[in-house]
C-alpha cells in the first residue's frame, strides 16, 4: 500500500524556512510575496496551529542597502550585509503580520545553539515562551558571527534543528524547486520528480545538486541533510516551489511538492533521545514527586531529597525513587552545585538561594524519559 503524504492543514506546530530567491529579488523585498505568505500564516494561526518563520534573506537585503556588488562577498562584507539587512528583515515580517493582530519576535540562532546542550535548552526554554504566549518567531541564522552558515548557506539545516528543538510535527522548505527529482530537471529531462520519500536512502541523498540562484547560498544537498534531521525527530518534512502569493494555501492544495515522511512522532523521538543518554549524576526524589512525575508533571526542586554526581546545566541525570529504584533520565537545568542547593526548597525560594531568578522546574517534563 502506498503511503499517503500528510497534509499541512493537519499540522500542529508548522516551521516554516523562506529562502533569499523567494524574499528578495532583483528590485529588493518582495513586499507583495511576504504579504501573501503572512496571510497564509494568519490563517493557520487562526487553526490554532503554532508557526515559527525560519527566514533567509538577511545577506540580500544588506548587500542591496551597502551597493556591494553580485556574487560571493569576502566573509566580513557578508557579516556586514548580514547585520544591515536583519533588521530590515524583522521589520518587514512585523509589518506584514501586525494588520493581523498576529505579534513576533526576531531569534538569531546558530547550528552550535542546538549543538551545545546548554545553550538548546535555553533556545527550548524561550522558542516554547513564544509560543505559548501567541507569538511567531522569526528566526534567521546569525550571519553576523556564524562562518560557517554564511559559508555554506545551512537555513536548510537550522530550520529541521529548529523544527526538532521547538517538537514541530511538520517542516516546510519553501525553495526555487517544487521538490526532489532522480536528477537535476533544468539539465536532466528524463528527471522524475518524487512525490512521496518513505525513507531516506543511500540512493535517494545521492540526488542531492548545487544551487542555481545567486542569492540562495542551500541546494539540494542541504536540504536532504534537513530532511535526515528532521524525520528523525518525527518531524514531516516537505519541499515546496515558493514563489505563488499564497505558498501555504498552495501546497495544502495540492501543488507539487515532495514530503519526507517521519520515524515516529516528535515527543517520542525526544524521549528515546534523552532515554539513551548516560547520566551524569541522580537526582533522588520524594514519594509525592514520584507520583507527580508519573502523572506527567515537572520536577521541582521541593521534590529532590538528594543530589549525587558532577553535572552542568543541560546534562542527563537519573531520576531514583525514595527506595532508590530509576524513574528516568532527565536533562537538568541546572548545575549539581546548584541543584544541592536549591533541593527540598520551594520553586519561589531560588532566587534567594542562588542569588539569581531561575526556572521553576530542576526538570521540565518535556525533558524527561521516564
Keep these: 500500500m502506498a503511503a499517503l503524504a500528510p497534509s499541512l492543514q493537519q499540522a500542529r506546530r508548522l516551521v516554516v524556512k523562506i529562502g533569499s530567491a523567494l524574499l528578495v529579488g532583483p528590485e529588493g523585498l518582495r513586499g507583495d510575496w511576504l504579504r501573501g505568505l503572512c496571510d497564509d500564516v494568519a490563517r493557520w494561526r487562526a487553526r490554532g496551529t503554532d508557526v515559527v518563520l525560519v527566514s533567509s534573506g538577511s545577506i540580500a537585503l544588506g548587500r542591496r542597502v551597502l551597493e556591494l ?16 539587512g536583519q533588521i530590515r528583515l524583522a521589520r518587514a515580517y512585523e509589518e506584514a503580520l501586525a494588520p ?33 504566549l501567541g507569538v511567531v518567531p522569526i528566526v534567521n541564522e546569525n550571519d553576523t558571527v556564524a562562518t560557517d552558515e554564511i559559508r555554506y548557506g545551512d537555513n536548510d539545516r537550522l530550520a529541521a534543528q529548529i523544527a526538532v528543538t521547538c517538537g514541530a510535527d511538520q517542516l516546510l522548505l519553501l525553495s526555487d524547486v517544487d521538490g526532489l527529482y532522480t536528477a537535476n530537471p533544468k539539465t536532466d529531462p528524463q528527471a522524475r520528480h518524487l512525490p512521496i520519500i518513505a525513507q531516506l536512502t543511500p540512493a535517494i541523498e545521492a540526488m542531492g545538486g548545487d544551487p542555481v540562484s545567486g542569492l540562495s547560498r542551500g541546494g539540494m544537498k542541504t536540504k536532504l541533510m534537513a530532511a535526515r534531521t528532521a524525520v528523525a525527530g518525527g518531524c514531516a518534512m516537505v519541499i515546496a516551489e515558493g514563489s505563488v502569493m499564497r505558498p501555504l494555501s498552495a501546497v495544502a492544495g495540492g501543488a507539487r511538492c515532495s514530503w519526507f515522511l517521519p520515524e515516529g512522532d516528535p515527543q517520542a523521538a525526544r524521549k528515546r533521545w534523552i532515554a539513551a543518554m548516560k547520566p551524569k549524576g541522580v537526582l533522588t526524589v ?6 507527580a512525575l508519573r502523572r506527567g508533571k515537572s520536577l521541582l526542586p521541593a521534590g529532590v531529597c538528594a543530589v549525587a554526581g558532577d553535572f552542568g546545566r543541560g546534562d542527563p541525570v537519573a531520576i531514583a525513587g525514595p527506595q532508590g529504584q530509576t524513574l528516568g533520565t532527565g536533562l537538568a537545568r541546572y548545575t549539581a552545585d546548584e541543584a544541592r542547593r536549591i533541593a527540598g526548597h520551594r520553586s519561589a525560594e531560588i532566587e534567594s538561594l542562588l542569588g539569581y531568578p531561575g526556572r521553576a522546574a530542576l526538570i521540565h517534563r518535556d525533558d524527561m524519559a521516564l
Excluded: C, F, I
Design 69 to 84: 556588488p553580485s556574487g560571493a562577498l569576502p566573509l566580513e562584507q557578508a557579516q556586514a550585509a548580514a547585520a544591515v
Design 100 to 132: 493581523h493582530g498576529v505579534k513576533t519576535a526576531q531569534v538569531l540562532l546558530t547550528l552550535e545553539d542546538s549543538a551545545e546542550r546548554r545553550r538548546y535548552l535555553n533556545s527550548r526554554a524561550t522558542m516554547q515562551t513564544l509560543l505559548g
Design 286 to 291: 520524594d514519594q509525592g514527586a514520584a507520583e
